[in-house]
């Protein structure tokens, strides 16, 4: 699969740089160790797990803890350490999470959002918090990572490979966000802090801001004598993102296939032509509220136990300006014409790239959405010592999330056919236009100049998921063994619900839908399309007009009626795990685990049989199937800071939720032969399964300074795909008054098919100056790279070009983090690399799509000073921080629909750079 991308061949700069830095940096090292003359190391000083003490402080206190948890982990893991409480490296979870090797987020409405996982979208990786699973505020698995505050979050740890205990660990990995433990922190801690936050677009409408702020406090404290702890925090984030959209609808030559529609006046023949266009701007305005508590009590070392809770509310106010218009042979108002039209060469195609369009009728599009979410999440977890050699370890959970969601969109236009002037050529950017005054109150009417049936649509949804879990382990010291230190045996039990209901409504102008002016006195100002030269727009809220000039009913197709769905899983875990360490030599040590998970699960649906827009009947459907899960990891360490790593385990990853809907649309033909046919959900999927196998070569040396290689393979022996069934059974489903032939006919569902390989290599460092020259003290830097690499063909029926990759795959993604800390005074820029990928995205009316999106590269900055303890200052920190420092666009592309194999560019938007400044005070 090609790209037409001319600037392709600089996005590896930053891999080679990567890899170059790194080399380097181990190679200076290896020189600098040869030119020392010590006495050889005794065999405790031989061992790389055991780091010295952290003396250091700020970002190089946490890089020391994030490769000491690395070194020290028996699984291959990636970590992140919190510099100081509620001090995360970056503002943004799932920032901080995409910087680790293998690993990448995926760009959502501007901001960080999901995480994909050595090449996997969010929906193969599980994700924890304090070692617990987590619903998902979306309509699947993956979880949105911007509801979790940085300002509440301590270390994260992400399992590459699958350990028996670990319970909801995903197929590409597992992400376990950890709060703090206040006994462990060993002294009280007070920290508040605030943010000022601004966007380098400004305010793009009326009705948007571009100012916010953030605000976060936390106490930490011990009591009776330090067998009580206490921790609180609080995180309040009123953030602004601005959106400048541009994006093609999509390109076709008209004449290479027949069609059976008009010719188009004017349109050059043979030559492809961009078929529809639209342009907005948006402003967000995000608030979250979180707040954590962690209660501890310890009263010896026999008992121990946590009572943690977390709880977030995210409200997100969203309006959007915008006009959009079809101009291909289907456009309404008897078609459009061309003049003047002009051809570029482009890839030995001509394509149209200016010229006049005649007879468009552009809707202009006023939007309002608003989304409320609300997670809990409480566990209490207890650990009993008893005799020399036991130990009880109990854990109870509740997880909740929900979503309420309100989405409107009323329409307005001008009155006939407009003419359209437009300069666009096939590559990635705002394209130009000339359009009439679309902001004239006087010429402009609330109206459906594009033909959809109705003057403005609103979609409300609510969705609530919940997961109830109990947990009990057991394990037992082995002091008698060379090689076997203790084993664990233990079960989970864990039962999940979800469900979502949505109500679409759509709302007409009375009179016959006659259109109507608006009063001025409701209007904004006009919103400014400048950026693509589409001039200005008419501006107002939308949900005031709603009530004042619209008849508002429900109106459902099959589609909507179908997003209704109840989903339950009920999953029991059975584990056991033996705990390896053995002294092989004086220099050759092998810790590790081996262990099996037997997994039982039981899940069923209930939806909806939606025939011709109305609800015929429900079904609840489901299966069960039970997985035996072994896993092996092992350390060798070889002494001066090597170690070797190797992991084998088998995986799973139960199926997206949607996919297990019971909604169906099947319905008996009304004609000879009546026989049946639908398309749906499927309740009775089973996972993705896989093999994994993992290797890694590591080697430790200094304070917080490693260089890793590691290698990866996935055999999947199952993968999901849409696939149609001629011999579907329907005898369960009402025919709604027909009488099939044959309770037999052709279905289209999700289902498991054939897998394939995921393989990839992995290259990181961490890398102290002090390590490599002394004149370099302060310095640091932070390098990995990795290459991914898929068999997998996600829709083997469609031969459209572009869908051959699976999602989230990005064959290379880079990170580099250079930092400079000493004398108070930090900066750090840090810059992400992701190559084009096969991104998954919410698309029109809830649905899911799929979307090329091509690579992208973001640059963030950090520059701070904290006072020194001599000062009346102490304890005081500034801060500022630039995100997206380049202003990087989110792009993606599109083949051209007659099978030239061409990708023309698709969506361009731009959210501006995020600046903020602020302080952060600890006591």
Known sequence: MSSPNPRAPRRHRLVLGCLAAIACSAVAYAQDAQQQEEPPPTPAAQQPTQLDAVRVTGIRRSIATSVETKAE?????????????????????????????????????????????????EQFAGTLLNGREQVSTGDSRGVEFDQYPAELINAVTVYKTPDASLIGQGLSGTVDLQTIRPLSLGERRIVFGGQYEANSLGGLSDDGSDKGYRASASYVDQFADDTVGLALGVARINSPFQEEHYKAWWWADMDAVDWGDPEQPGRPANAIALQGSEGWVKSRDLQR?????????????????????????????????????????????????????????????????????????????????????????????????????YTLSTDLSYSRAEREQSVLELYAGRLGGQSIGFDIRPESGFNRYALPDMS??????????????????????????????????????????????????????????????????????????????????????????????????????????????????????????????????????????????????????????????????????????????????SQTLGTSYGDILPSMNLVTEFGGGWAVRFGAAKTLMRPPINYLSADSSAAVSTTAPFVWSGSGGNPTLEPYRASAYDLSLERYFGEGSYVGLALFYKDLETYIYRQNFPDWDFSAYDPDGQTPISDYGNY???????????????????????????????????LNVSYTESSIDPDPNDDSAGTDTIPGLSKIVANATVYY???????????????????????????????????????????????????????????????????????????????????????????????????????
């Open 440 to 617: 004239d109150p006087a010429a402009v009417y609330l109206s459906d100049p594009q033909n959809w049936g109705h003057d403005g649509r609103m979609e409300d949804s609510f969705q609530k998921d919940t997961i109830k879990a109990g947990r009990v382990e057991l394990n037992r010291l082995v002091e008698s063994s060379d090689f076997l230190r203790s084993y664990d045996v233990g079960f989970n039990y864990n039962r999940r619900t979800k469900e979502k209901v949505a109500t679409v409504y759509f709302a007409d102008l009375p009179d016959e839908r006659a259109p109507t002016l608006v009063d001025p006195s409701l209007l904004h100002s006009p919103a400014s399309l400048g950026f693509v030269g589409m001039g200005s727009l008419l501006s107002f809220d939308p949900r005031q007009l709603l009530g004042r000039y619209y008849d508002v009913y429900v109106s459902e197709s099959n589609d909507d009626l179908r997003k209704d769905f109840v989903v339950e899983e009920t999953v029991k875990t059975f584990y056991a795990k033996a705990n390896l360490d053995i002294d092989v030599s004086d220099k050759v040590r092998v810790r590790g685990n081996v262990g099996v998970q037997y997994i039982r699960t039981e899940q069923q649906s209930t939806g909806f049989n939606a025939n011709n827009e109305t609800v015929v009947g």
């Open 289 to 389: 509220d979180g707040v954590m508590g962690v209660l501890e009590f310890k009263p010896s070392d026999a008992f121990h136990s946590i009572l943690d809770a977390y709880y977030s509310r995210f409200e997100q106010d969203e309006v959007m300006h915008g006009t959009m218009w079809s101009n291909d042979p289907w456009a309404p108002g008897g078609g459009v014409s061309y003049s003047g039209a002009q051809t570029t060469p482009f890839e030995g195609y001509p394509v149209v790239t200016s010229g006049t369009l005649e007879g468009v009728q552009p809707v202009v599009r006023n939007d309002d959405n608003r989304r409320e979410d609300t997670l809990l999440s409480v566990g209490w977890a207890n650990t009993l010592r008893f005799g020399e050699v």
């Open 73 to 121: 982990s028996t699984s291959i893991v990636e970590a992140i350490s919190a510099e100081d409480i509620g001090k995360l490296p970056d503002v943004s979870i799932a920032d901080s999470i995409s910087r680790l090797p293998g690993l990448a987020t995926q760009r959502v409405d501007g901001r960080s959002q999901v995480i994909n996982i050595r090449g996997m979208s």
């Open 748 to 782: 289209s569902t999700w289902a498991n098919g054939t897998g394939g390989y995921m393989r990839g290599v992995e290259l990181s460092g961490a890398i102290s100056g002090d390590a490599l020259h002394s004149a370099l003290d302060g310095f640091g830097a932070l």
């Open 821 to 923: 800390e000493k004398h108070g005074f930090s900066a750090r820029l840090s810059q992400r690399y992701r190559d084009g990928y096969r991104g998954e995205y919410s698309s029109l009316f809830g649905q899911r799509q799929y979307r090329f999106t091509l690579s992208e590269r973001t640059l963030d900055l950090q520059l701070g000073y904290d006072f020194p303890e001599r000062s009346p200052l102490t304890g005081l920190s500034l801060l500022l921080q630039v995100n997206n420092l380049t202003n990087e666009p989110f792009r993606t592309e599109v083949s051209e629909s007659t099978g030239t194999g061409l990708f023309f560019p698709e969506e361009y938007t731009e959210y501006g750079r995020q600046y903020m400044v602020g302080f952060r005070y600890a006591l």
